[in-house]
């Protein structure tokens, strides 16, 4: 991966969002991100499948729904831009966040 696919991979606002809350969590639903993003189910996808392409995350399929984190073989230097965009801009995903453990508290799951 270089410095311009990976940019090119987070130059939209969903697909960013989405890869922050990843890492934020850990592990995300894509009915989590629904919730979070306001989006509907085709639309969340479509932008993972994105990300997926550009080796950011990966999925698990557990019944229903698929569950992602981050690629394991993400180059460390690209985590590391994940990271610090994270710790640096907390402001950015707080709403979605916001949402994400609203939803929690009422529901146990997807």
Not at 26 to 55: G, I
Not at 71 to 98: C, F, M, R
Request: with cysteine.
């Amino acid at each position: 991966m270089t410095p311009l696919q990976l940019f090119k991979c987070l130059a939209d606002d969903t697909r960013l969002k989405s890869v922050l809350l990843i890492n934020q969590l850990e592990e995300v639903c894509v009915c989590d991100l629904m919730e979070a993003l306001a989006l509907e189910q085709p639309k969340v996808s479509r932008h993972l499948a994105e990300l997926r392409k550009c080796n950011i995350v990966q999925g698990e399929r557990r019944g229903q729904w698929v569950y992602y984190q981050l690629h394991p073989q993400l180059p460390t230097w690209a985590s590391a831009i994940i990271n610090e965009t994270v710790s640096n801009n907390q402001g950015y995903i707080a709403d979605a966040l916001a949402k994400l453990k609203t939803m929690k508290q009422q529901f146990s799951s997807c």
